[in-house]
């Protein structure tokens, strides 16, 4: 497993999850510093950075791009797969794919979080499966996966439980899109964090490393050896990446994290 941060550049996500905010070539000199493999980038949009500008900060800081965030189309300019408008379900899935596309010019796969919306009426089930599957195709002519990320019941009534959103893919033979084990979610929604993974293990393709109260592994009270251990055992070698609050302060949640991957991988 690799170790990813978060970088935003999205100033509407300010109160949000996210860890690096300096300038994209000061945040990812920090997240080499500090010994990250990755970063995962939250974007305002695809025309934000160039393609190589974020090419050359990955090569000379030697970081790999894990993912690459959607949310900032719901956040800037309120964009979902679910709204009852054709015209913004339209202009929601030209920003995912405009973040797939950009995305893949560093293997980083697109996620969809936030701009998955909310189950508002009888064909809202039928618009999510629509959008993915397009959204699928278009990442794998990328030879990349497209990511779906459960929420907790806070942010969305679609899947808040990776086994429902597990079965939902198989019933709409979804192929090419996985599901983001993001463990705050998880620690809101699931009965038993590891057992989920394992019994979601075929679909699992990210992980959001968080504790339960969102900040750096270590600082809330998951325990967080079985979930390693789950992860081990389905054979996930994917990203661990900190998706959390910037608390006490940036460097000190992305030390911490490093410290905790470290010593859980290292046990
Ligand atoms: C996105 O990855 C996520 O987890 C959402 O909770 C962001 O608000
Ligand atoms: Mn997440």
Redesign the pocket.
């Known amino acids: 497993m690799k170790s990813a941060i978060t970088i935003s550049q999205v100033p509407e996500a300010a109160a949000?999850?996210f860890v690096l905010r300096t300038p994209l070539p000061e945040a990812f000199a920090t997240a080499a510093a500090i010994g990250f493999d990755a970063v995962e980038l939250f974007l305002p949009g695809p025309y934000f950075a160039s393609v190589e500008q974020v090419k050359s900060l990955a090569a000379i800081h030697g970081l790999a791009i894990a993912a690459v965030?959607t949310?900032a189309g719901w956040l800037r300019h309120g964009l979902s797969f679910t709204d009852p408008s054709e015209e913004i379900r339209e202009q929601a899935l030209h920003f995912v794919l405009s973040m797939i596309d950009f995305g893949a010019h560093f293997k980083a796969p697109a996620?969809l979080?936030?701009m998955q919306g909310k189950n508002v009426g009888p064909d809202s089930m039928e618009h999510l499966v629509a959008a993915l599957r397009i959204c699928a195709k278009a990442a794998a002519e990328h030879h990349v996966p497209f990511i779906y990320?459960p929420?907790n019941r806070y942010?969305t009534n679609l899947f808040n439980r990776l086994g429902d959103a597990a079965k939902f893919l198989e019933a709409h033979d979804l192929k090419n899109v996985v599901l983001?084990a993001?463990l705050?979610?998880m620690n809101i929604e699931e009965q038993d964090v590891a057992t989920a993974l394992l019994e979601a293990a075929p679909h699992v393709g990210h992980v959001?490393f968080a504790d339960s109260n969102r900040q750096a592994m270590g600082f809330g009270h998951t325990a967080a050896a079985p979930i390693i251990a789950a992860l081990r055992q389905i054979g996930y070698t994917g990203y661990l990446s900190a998706?959390i609050l910037p608390l006490p302060d940036p460097e000190t949640a992305a030390r911490q994290t490093i410290s905790s991957i470290r010593s859980l991988l290292e046990s």
């Open positions: 949000g999850p965030g949310g996620i979080g936030s990320e929420l942010e983001l993001d705050f979610h959001h998706e």
